[in-house]
């Protein structure tokens, strides 16, 4: 099955800094890649996500990219505020039905 | 996107009981998904909850522990029989769709004592 790897498993930046997340998976087949940010306490929630047909997508200060190849995506954020704190969790599919999760990243932005 | 709830939203229980964890949706999904996870850990996929037949369980888990029910195309149960201290964690339900994206229920925070 699907192996999903996620690094660092720690991250602190400054606020107005960049934070970078980066996930390698094994399936080839593997063609949806969702990513989660789970605030303490709550539910995950959706952030972003990338098709296995697309290199990059934007949505304001976060962006994924996608490295078909290489199998491996990213998470940027950039311009970090405090509410971004949170775990960030990478996940990958090839049916829908079955979500292969990353351990998480616990991201802290230091005001 | 669907709105989920789940009921109850926390609950303490007796080793050797059982609690069923209920999951609406808010509008008719393909998929729904139930997902354990312990504090500060990742999110572990129990089973896919299918409308109509069987759930399909992962490795490690099987039906006589974590029975499931999905009477309909917005609604699913999970059941814990016969908890131990093991079984404290975080259930969590999900629903997709044909597009693969998924949406989180709020959690049940369940403490077997």
């Known amino acids: 099955g699907e192996n999903v790897e996620q690094h660092p498993s720690t991250l602190s930046v400054q606020e107005g800094d960049s934070a970078v997340i980066k996930c390698t998976y094994s399936?080839?087949?593997?063609?949806?890649f969702p990513w989660y940010k789970q605030e303490l306490g709550k539910r995950p929630q959706l952030i972003i996500d990338i098709r296995s047909n697309v290199g990059e997508k934007k949505d304001q200060r976060i962006a994924v990219t996608l490295n078909k190849t290489a199998k491996h995506f990213s998470l940027h954020i950039t311009e970090t505020q405090p509410e971004d704190s949170a775990v960030y969790f990478c996940a990958a599919t090839n049916t829908g039905n079955q979500f292969y999760f990353g351990t998480g990243t616990s991201l802290t932005v230091i005001p | 996107s669907a709105v989920i709830s789940q009921k109850p939203s926390r609950d303490i229980c007796q080793r050797g009981t059982s609690l069923t964890i209920q999951c609406q949706v808010d509008s008719q999904v393909t998929m729904m998904f139930w997902y354990r996870q312990q504090p500060g850990q990742s999110l572990t996929l129990i089973a896919t909850?299918?409308?109509?037949?069987?759930?399909?369980?992962e490795s490690g888990f099987v039906i006589d522990k974590f029975p499931i029910s999905r009477p309909n195309l917005t609604f699913s149960t999970l059941t814990v029989s016969n908890m131990s201290p093991e079984d404290s964690s975080i259930y969590l339900c999900?629903?997709?769709?044909?597009?693969?994206?998924?949406?989180f229920g709020p959690g049940t925070r369940l403490t077997v004592t």
């Open positions: 399936d080839s087949a593997s063609n949806y």
């Open positions: 999900s629903a997709g769709d044909s597009s693969y994206e998924q949406y």
């Open positions: 909850a299918n409308q109509g037949s069987e759930a399909t369980y």
